[in-house]
């Protein structure tokens, strides 16, 4: 918010007693910045000016107004309705559901204990960090991972291997893992999306986020996704500061 004080000045003859000169002043407006709301100056100037009033207008743009609390930057969070966190939960439950109803059935797939393609090449080297048995599967080509510079990226693997020292070999424990990180990045899709557009677009991101299929199906593999959205939208809640 702008306070300007607007000063109406008769047209006059003023004698500068320090510079010795003559300044000629035509009427017109004179505007500066004051946090007084109303100046006069004495009639009997030292300058011999005539009396001159001051009138202050306070200036606030559109769309700056300040609330009770003195917040200027009231975003969309500042005021959240009752209902936005039932809702919230209910698609917390609903994404849990899905996930559970899911792995219970991909438990039963013929691919569950012998991944293919990708998922196959990070258990191969998970498990063998873990047990310290490169021997690659039978009739799988050795993918030399110990002899040659990195054909993928590490990071994944790494994650898989520790998930396997600390809940076993088995094959359900990472992709529950990797479900419950599925929720956890519904809700940081939630506070993102709500900090920045509202409740509204907070709980869209979230139900995005805890029901869509390609999702829950990539929770599933044993493959790097979840843990990349993870680590985006951590760094997007980092940027906001």
Not at 5 to 10: L, Q, T
Not at 55 to 66: D, L, M, R
Not at 163 to 174: D, I, K, N, S
Not at 182 to 196: D, E, H, T
């Amino acid at each position: 918010m702008k306070t300007v004080v607007a000063v109406e000045i008769s047209p006059f003859f003023v004698q500068d007693t320090l510079q010795g000169q003559r300044v000629l002043g035509k009427s017109g407006i004179l505007a500066m910045k004051s946090t007084n709301s109303e100046i006069d100056t004495p009639r009997n100037s030292p300058l011999g000016m005539p009396s001159c009033h001051a009138h202050v207008k306070n200036i606030e743009p559109e769309g700056t107004a300040h609330d009770h609390l003195g917040s200027r930057d009231s975003g969309p969070t500042k005021r959240t309705s009752p209902r936005v966190w039932p809702l919230l939960v209910l698609l917390v439950l609903a994404g849990l559901a899905l996930r559970i109803w899911y792995l219970s059935e991909r438990v039963h797939a013929p691919d569950f204990t012998a991944p293919m393609l990708d998922p196959h090449l990070n258990d191969y080297w998970a498990r063998a960090m873990v047990t310290g048995d490169w021997t690659p599967p039978e009739f799988a080509a050795d993918p030399q991972i110990r002899s040659t510079p990195y054909g993928r990226p590490p990071g994944y693997p790494h994650v898989l291997a520790a998930v396997y020292r600390l809940f076993g070999l088995g094959y359900t424990a990472p992709r529950a893992v990797q479900m419950a990180l599925g929720i956890v990045n519904a809700l940081l899709a939630f506070f993102l999306a709500r900090a920045l557009f509202g409740n509204g677009t907070g709980l869209f991101a979230a139900a995005f986020m805890a029901l869509y299929w390609g999702f829950i199906y990539s929770e599933g593999e044993l493959n790097a996704p979840v843990y990349l959205v993870f680590l985006a939208l951590v760094f997007a809640h980092a940027l906001r500061g």
